[in-house]
């Protein structure tokens, strides 16, 4: 694809509440796409309402193609964005991602074109890290600002979420890669927690305080709620009560859409030196 088409049709935007990877990300975006329109939006608010002002940004500039990115993330090639706009167009998608990495050496070396691990899949919803939507398609559809969230995370699948129920939408994710270095708000679990017979009336006292300090509203007129466990066994709050206002919000696709996975993750360690974590039944 001609980076011209490129630079004439995409604008693309990083949603932040602060500066720390401003000259990273931007000289990292000159080295690979020194002349597509970037708006990086410092200011200060929740995921939800920075992803809503740079929507609004994306619609002033009249380009087609809008490019929502996390601050944390670095192109380690320079045909990825031309890559997810040959297979947004080839699969007739609404929204497209691309795989990450949490490792940059491994970013670096990977050649996406040949690697047999990242094929193009059709999938329910994608991470906020990278998302290339089509404006003609899904534009009028906007970033939930009532999400009950404490720094608007879930952002992401709301979204996606809306863009399906409202636009019927449709969401893939191109055979290329990002580095990212993930350092957003939600809590990372590393090992489930499992529920055990010694630790059940830890775990019984801190679901009911944890009901006790609900609001009624935060039911959404569903008192069925289920609860999300952080590793060490601490209730998180902000999926238990994201997670249960979009179930109530979107009862007819919640389940199916969650229920999946969102992006598929590349990352290495000493032990395994290359591991691709996708089930392949899961998609």
């Known amino acids: 694809m001609d980076r011209s088409f490129i630079e004439n049709n995409l604008v693309a935007g990083v949603y932040t509440n602060n500066d720390k990877y401003f000259k990273k990300f931007t000289d990292n975006w000159k080295e690979n796409y020194q002349n597509v329109e970037l708006i990086y939006n410092v200011q200060a608010g929740k995921i939800n309402e920075n992803m809503e002002r740079l929507r609004h940004k994306f619609i002033a500039t009249g380009k087609r193609y809008w490019l929502f990115m996390d601050e944390d993330i670095l192109f380690t090639r320079n045909d990825v964005i031309e890559t997810c706009i040959k297979y947004m167009k080839k699969n007739d998608l609404d929204l497209i991602t691309t795989y990450q990495t949490t490792d940059y050496e491994l970013a670096s070396k990977l050649d996406p074109r040949i690697s047999i691990n990242l094929p193009f899949e059709y999938i329910t919803w994608s991470a906020g890290y990278f998302m290339l939507v089509d404006s003609k398609k899904c534009g009028l559809v906007p970033f939930d600002l009532n999400l009950p ?3 608007g995370n879930l952002s992401d699948l709301a979204y996606c979420l809306d863009i399906i129920e409202q636009a019927d939408a449709l969401i893939g994710i191109a055979p290329t890669m990002i580095y990212h270095a993930d350092c957003g708000y939600s809590p990372k679990v590393t090992t489930p ?5 010694k630790n059940t009336p830890k775990v019984n006292a801190n679901v009911r305080k944890f009901l006790k300090n609900l609001n009624e509203s935060q039911y959404y007129g569903n008192r069925q709620i289920e609860i999300v466990f952080l590793g060490n066994g601490e209730i998180d ?10 179930k109530c919000k979107h009862p007819n696709i919640y389940k199916e859409i969650v229920a999946r996975h969102h992006y598929n993750l590349v990352h290495t360690n000493k032990k395994d030196n290359f591991t691709f974590t996708k089930d392949k039944n899961s998609i």
């Open 149 to 151: 969230t404490t720094h």
């Open 237 to 246: 709050e902000n999926e238990t009560i994201g997670g249960h206002y979009l």
């Open 193 to 197: 927690f499992k529920i055990t017979n």
